[in-house]
T-cell receptor
């Protein structure tokens, strides 16, 4: 099993550009999550999807949109990138409240 | 709201030393508590968990006990190895009986172990 996969691994954007981060899981998990990781701040939840067909805002949703395309895939879109969105983005999935499985991350730089 | 506070890092130890990383939390209700580990260049992996007061989570020689009276979940290991060098995150989940958990993380503690 591949677990949770994310693409791309690295990305550099100019301010104002848009892009979509892709995430897929092959564990048949119902719930999926997007986090951002910034130095000294741990991980913060951007959006989550408790089940296919539902999405909800997390702690830091401004500037992002998400799509739960099907049970496997959950994408994160930046419509107009800003330098403040420079971060490492992690996707995760879970089948219960007790454990989340994380992807390897996408390192995004916005100049 | 929920919050998690970890001891400031980085922590540098010699191999075979004793490790403690402090973690305290604020939450409503009865959260589940977790320690995640992130090795260089990788995503996070669950290290151990405890789902109710006085539970002890353990894995790979690491232990942590859910202390409701002190709202703490300190991570300990009796003898660290160079391969334990990583970033350690304390986290909680206040799912309130739902089937999913929104994790609240501490800021992370960088551990470096020297031979």
């Amino acid at each position: 099993n591949a677990g949770v996969t994310q693409t791309p691994k690295f990305q550099v954007l100019k301010t104002g550009q848009s892009m979509t981060l892709q995430c897929a899981q092959d564990m048949n998990h119902n719930s999926m999550y997007w986090y951002r990781q910034d130095p000294g701040m741990g991980l913060r939840l951007i959006y989550y999807s408790a089940s296919e067909g539902t999405t909800d805002k997390g702690e830091v949703p401004n500037g992002y949109n998400v799509s739960r395309l099907n049970k496997r895939e959950f994408s994160l879109r930046l419509e107009s990138a800003a330098p403040s969105q420079t971060s490492v983005y992690f996707c995760a999935s879970s089948v219960s409240q007790y454990e989340q499985y994380f992807g390897p991350g996408t390192r995004l730089t916005v100049t | 709201g929920d919050s998690v506070t970890q001891m400031e890092g980085p922590v540098t130890l010699s191999e075979e030393a004793f490790l403690t990383i402090n973690c305290t939390y604020t939450a409503t209700g009865y959260p589940s508590l977790f320690w995640y580990v992130q090795y260089p260049g990788e995503g996070l992996q669950l290290l151990l968990k405890a789902t109710k007061a006085d539970d002890k989570g353990s894995n790979k020689g690491f232990e942590a006990t859910y202390r409701k009276e002190t709202t703490s979940f300190h991570l300990e290991k009796g003898s660290v190895q160079v391969s334990d060098s990583a970033v350690y995150f304390c986290a909680l989940s206040s799912a309130g009986g739902t089937s999913y958990g929104k994790l609240t993380f501490g800021q992370g503690t960088i551990l470096t172990v020297h031979p």
